[in-house]
Structure formats: C-alpha cells, structure tokens
C-alpha cells in the first residue's frame, strides 16, 4: 500500500501523531493516509498494530477521492481487535485518499462522442463538456469507459450521460457528464499567409476541421474556389476563408498593351491596343487603338489577351 503521512494538519498534529498512543507506546495515528485499495485498513491509519494492521475498519472512497475517517471510529475498530485505547488525539478525523488514474479529457470525448454516435449523430463530432468532470480508474486499472443513461436532443446538440470507469466494473466511480456535441465540417484554409493581390496556389491550401457552429454560409468549402484566385484582402494561415476576400487574378491591368483577337469565320485576326480598364478573366473591358483612338469592348481570355466580336458599336475618342 502507498501511504503518506502529511503535514496537512501542521507540524503539531504530526508531531502530537508521534507522541500520541493508545496503549502501546509504539502505536501511532496519522492524520492523513493515502492508499491504493478499496477497503481501509488499521495498518493504514495506525502505525504498530503488527498481525491486526489487516483488520477491516471501513469501506475506501472511490479512486481519487478523499473521506474524513473519525477518529472515536477507529479507536472503536481498533479496541475491538485487543488494542488498549486511551486518551485521543488533538485531531477528530483522519483524512483518507484513494489514489488512482486519472481518466483524460480526450478518452471521456471519444467515449461521449461515439456513444451518440450510436444516437443517430453523424459524422466526426466535438464534444464540449459543461465544467471539467473527473474520473479515476483505481491504481494498476487499465482505463476504460462506459457511457450510459444517455440523454440527447438532436436539435441543440445538448446531452447529458452517464460514464463509468472502468468500463467493465459495474461497482467503479461513474459520473454524471453534460455538454454539447457539435458536427464537425472540414474547410479549406491557407498554409501561409498571402498577401493582398498575390494569388493563392495549390500548395498554399490545406484542410482543417471546424464546428459547424462557426462556419459561415461565405466560407469557402471548396479547394477549387481558392487555387488560382487573389487575395483582397489580408488573410492568416489556418483561418476559413470568405469569398468576399477573394477575387479572380487580374490578367490585364489598366493601360497594359494587350492582343485583341478577332474571328471571322475561319479566319483569326490579331492587332494591338491598349486597355483602359483592368480586367480578370471573363470581364468585358474597353480597349482602345493607340493609331485609330477609337475603342471596343474585348473579353479578357488570358495575360493580356482579349477577344473582340467582329460586329460591334465601336466608339470613338470623344465617345468614352
């Protein structure tokens, strides 16, 4: 047994502890004991009771837990097994911990999350808890959990349940848990920041998990909404990314020269302008013919590169 004798009461409980006895003078009280098993023992709170430090003086609190043990108690326990009691020490109760394990937050989540699971909740789940619960398995107990009494409202995600541990001891220390359970949703986000007006490559998206209840309608979700594209405006690395913060690359800028195509029929015709207006891929923009000065409307199709239709109102210098 692992036993602890504290200075939890003061130096002069311990030392009263030392000089206190029974009928014995080898006999000695401790204030604060801590053991590893489930029944309490005389040899776990006395000191020098030889063959009846085995005695039976009651039942141990569960792993990780503490009890107050009166002392008249064991003086009662100890005198029914032949040990002279007299006088008391300047204490009335002992304090007695059960050691054991301590369940992790992570093992009580998975155990939650999968048990509504088994509800009818779909997907990777995160389970937030209401306060911190506790759990202990006893020392030398492998951890395992059950859940049970499960109490669950689809709608709000709330739930309370019962987890016991270990899993397969029906007389181990179970709680009562609440909390609330959310779906997780898997996003699209930056390994890197990107500056404004940089345009966001492959190799600058990764996918992170988040709760649904922080995902928004203008996220992102998809890796093919973000390659390719530019940023407007600052974005961090491992953050969602709205799409209002995003734009197509501008392929022509305003004043660049630019290729304007014209096709008629078979025919593919070239000449050279200039754009007045910057342009993305797709967008209509004026261009105009630096010799001629009369300007058109062309579509941009790619790095300065325009498609003009043959059949057109073309304006003129004083038409802007």
């Known amino acids: ?151 669950y409202d689809p709608t709000t995600g709330q739930f309370a349940v019962t987890v016991q541990a270990p899993a397969d001891d029906a007389s181990g220390s179970a709680i009562r848990a609440a909390g609330q359970a959310f779906t997780m949703v898997k996003v699209p986000v930056l390994t890197r920041p990107v500056s404004v007006g940089n345009n966001i490559h492959k190799k600058d998206v990764e996918w992170i998990s988040v709760r649904s209840d922080r995902v928004r309608g203008d996220f992102a979700f998809g890796q093919d909404q973000l390659v390719g594209m530019a940023v407007k405006r600052p974005v961090q690395a491992g953050e969602p990314i709205r799409l209002s913060d995003i734009e197509p690359p501008v392929l022509v800028a305003k004043g660049a020269n630019v290729i304007m195509e014209v096709t008629s029929g078979p025919m593919l015709l070239s000449t050279s302008g200039q754009a007045i207006e910057a342009g993305a891929k797709g967008d209509t923009i004026r261009i105009t013919n630096p010799k001629s000065k009369r300007t058109v409307f062309g579509i941009v199709t790619g790095p300065n590169r325009v498609v003009v239709a043959l059949n057109q109102t073309v304006l003129t210098a004083d038409k802007p």
């Open 1 to 151: 047994m692992n036993r602890t004798l504290s200075s939890l009461f003061g130096a002069g409980a311990v030392l009263a502890a030392a000089t206190f006895a029974p009928a014995a003078a080898s006999v000695m009280i401790k204030p604060h004991v801590t053991i590893d098993f489930a029944q309490i023992t005389l040899g776990d709170v006395l000191e020098g009771v030889g063959e009846k430090a085995t005695a039976i003086v009651g039942q141990a609190p569960r792993p990780g837990q503490r009890t107050l043990l009166p002392v008249a108690y064991v003086a009662q326990v100890a005198r029914a097994n032949g040990i002279a009691w007299r006088g008391m020490p300047p204490f009335s109760h002992i304090v007695v911990r059960r050691a054991g394990r301590l369940v992790s937050q992570a093992v009580l989540e998975d155990a939650v999350a999968k048990a509504l699971q088994r509800e009818g909740m779909r997907g990777p789940i995160d389970i937030q808890f209401r306060g911190t619960p506790e759990l202990h398995v006893p020392t030398g107990a492998a951890i395992s959990v059950a859940v049970r009494d499960v109490d």
